[in-house]
């Protein structure tokens, strides 16, 4: 293992805030602040064992309340088999890391009486970050592309897109 990288096995939790997500959803454009916390277990990285390890998601959810009284809500679509996520040291001293987490997951919109809107991301969300520790501490993550969303039964079809997701993650 290399100093400055976490321990294989290890298992990392991490709050989360992201205020003013800009997101349509079935056209309607509005703002939300997402709140919540993701787990990671970190894995041996074969495309590269000396300087990075892989991230494996373990556990993530977050929320937002709407302005009209729904509730918005992230959660992990399932295990993480393929742990595309990876932490990489590019600089030992002082430690320089990059991060590249990728999430599928399920976003569910609920409005008052209405049936509850489920829906799962066309393709896995991005989050990019420069970081000089981990795990962080209140470090911003920026999304690498917008997020569409799709109804399961119907995945040709964009019902809502998440436009960014600046997400402070951990010492919150």
Known sequence: MTPGLPPIGAEI???RLAVNVPMQIEGTLLTADFRGGIKHRVDVNPDNPTDSV???????RMSAELPD?????IEQNDVDTDAP???????????AYELR?????????E?????PLILVTKQPMVLLAKLTQFPPRGDLYQLEKPVELVHPDDP?????????FPVKVGGL
């Open 111 to 115: 409005r008052g009486e209405e049936e």
């Open 101 to 109: 987490e990728v999430t599928s997951f399920t976003l569910v919109v």
């Open 85 to 95: 996520s990876t932490l990489t040291l590019t600089q030992k001293f002082p430690p």
């Open 54 to 60: 892989r991230l494996r998601t373990v556990g993530h």
């Open 69 to 73: 009284g729904g509730t918005l809500t």
């Open 156 to 164: 040709a079809k964009v019902m809502a897109v998440i436009e960014k």
């Open 13 to 15: 939790p991490c709050s």
